[in-house]
């Protein structure tokens, strides 16, 4: 036989006990009337909690590949955009050409736009998004191409080119008035061999170009990866370096009217040449961009059947969720009205 002991401070304990309880049941269930979730999903879907959040690592890693295709678009919208200015420049250059070659002031007439246009491609190949230099290849965080100025490796390259002793050179500089002397037959020589190398490998790696051949490459999808940028080494923008640069550096001013006519030929051939590759290029780009876009729209659909299935397993019924928030609000206002009435309770009122 047992005796309960009854009295205030064990009543008030245990409205106290209650209290404390039913408030903390108050939070969770409030944060799943508002949320639409569990408060607590581990808990609550035991053993199903791995799938749960082998459902949101899967979610996690479309996000960051959306993100990441973010990047690659805007990178390539800036690309693209060069590739088409330097081939819109291109085309107007070569009509320039063509109405210069048989000018008496040709070589006048065409020079200020022949160094204008080789600073223009400089700085469109040097051209960079958000941090990174789009034309580098793999070298994004150092400009591609070195200026052609005064003390550039390029220029340094090029005067000594021109300098050497025959048959690879003239023996003279191309401000020397001995320019005039130059032959077309000994023109062409010099265009298709000397100065042709310069603009291929090794000299247009070592002079000009610090870019890797290899372009950068991106995850696009889950099961996709293509090569996202393009290397400033591309043959489209080597011809349009080479014949720039003839036309604007190499003495034109003081050449016979057949020399001249010999550089333009060359630069024409080099000019077309150029417009075709570029064409090509801004294709393969424009091919490339329309990947990423479709990666992504499907990244999106594939994210949105992954939440689906997320809210599926973590949802609550929110019907059953703000019946038991009032619940627990009335039963915890009833516990501090008791509290309070049992706290004026007193022996002396008996006395």
């Known amino acids: 036989m047992s005796a309960n002991y009854i009295s205030t401070y064990m009543l008030s304990s245990a409205l106290r006990y209650s209290i404390t309880n039913n408030q903390s049941s108050l939070s969770k269930a409030t944060k799943e009337a508002t ?3 569990f408060a607590d999903v581990g808990l609550q879907l035991g053993v199903s909690t791995g799938r749960d959040v082998a459902l949101r690592a899967d979610m996690n890693f479309i996000d960051q590949i959306v993100d990441t295709n973010g990047l690659v678009s805007g990178r390539l919208d800036v690309t693209q955009n060069r590739i088409t200015q330097l081939g819109s420049t291109a085309q107007d250059f070569l009509k320039n050409l063509i109405a210069a070659r048989d000018a008496n002031n040709g070589a006048s007439m065409i020079l200020p736009s022949a160094s204008a246009n080789l600073q223009d491609l400089i700085g469109a190949l040097n051209a960079s998004y958000n941090g990174s230099y789009l034309f580098g290849g793999l070298n994004t965080q150092n400009a591609p191409i070195t200026n052609y100025a005064a003390g550039s490796t390029s220029k340094n ?3 000594a080119d021109f300098l050497a002793a025959p048959p690879t050179g003239f023996g003279f500089s191309q401000s020397s008035a001995s320019v005039s002397t130059i032959t077309p037959a000994q023109m062409q020589n010099f265009l298709n061999t000397t100065f042709d190398a310069e603009f291929a490998s090794p000299a247009w790696n070592t002079n000009w170009s610090s870019a890797t051949n290899q372009p950068l490459s991106s995850r696009i999808s889950t099961t996709q990866v293509v090569d996202t940028s393009v ?25 016979s009217q057949a020399t001249f006519q010999t550089v333009v030929d060359k630069a024409i051939s080099l000019v077309s040449g150029a417009i075709d590759n570029l064409a090509v290029l801004g294709g393969s780009v424009g091919s490339i961009q329309q990947q990423v876009s479709n990666a992504t729209d499907k ?18 019924d929110p019907t059953e969720a703000s019946v038991r928030v009032n619940t627990l609000q009335n039963q915890i206002e009833t516990a501090l009205a008791l509290t309070s009435r049992m706290q004026k309770i007193s022996l002396i009122n008996y006395l």
């Open 35 to 37: 949320t639409g979730r």
């Open 157 to 159: 390259q090029v005067d």
């Open 231 to 255: 290397s400033a080494n591309q043959p489209g923008f080597r011809q349009l370096a080479e014949a720039y640069t003839m036309l604007s550096d190499l003495g034109n001013t003081n050449l």
């Open 299 to 316: 990244l999106k659909i594939q994210h949105d059947i992954l939440n689906q299935q997320v809210v599926d397993m973590e949802k609550v």
